[in-house]
């Protein structure tokens, strides 16, 4: 899971600069210009996306292990089963989170005056 969350935020420092970036170029005289790019908010989509399915993954194999240990299956420890309910717990949780500080910025988005 460490690993994954320093990919993400990562890729989310990147977009960070792309974003700075844009913001030079356009202060840029019109001609200097490039043409605006709609892959940014393709790429936050596909981001998105994959830490949707990741906590999704991680929720899956943790049923899984707590279902095997439940079944008496030898080979999952309780501790395997413990520690993947708590990864998924803890994805979960920074989902809701960042689910939550999405809502907000748009909540606050949709009340700026025009």
Known sequence: MKIQNSALFQEMQSMALEAGRSN????????????????????????????????NGLQA????????????????????????????????EATVQVRNKLVEAYKEIMNMPV
């Open 61 to 92: 194999d943790a049923k899984q292990k707590v279902t095997a240990v439940e079944m008496g299956d030898r080979n999952v420890s309780l501790a395997d089963a413990m520690i993947a309910s708590q990864k998924s717990s803890v994805a979960f």
């Open 24 to 55: 030079q170029v356009n202060k840029l005289p019109t001609q200097a210009q490039p043409q605006a790019q709609p892959t940014s908010s393709a790429q936050f989509g596909d981001l998105l996306s994959d830490a949707l399915n990741t906590v």
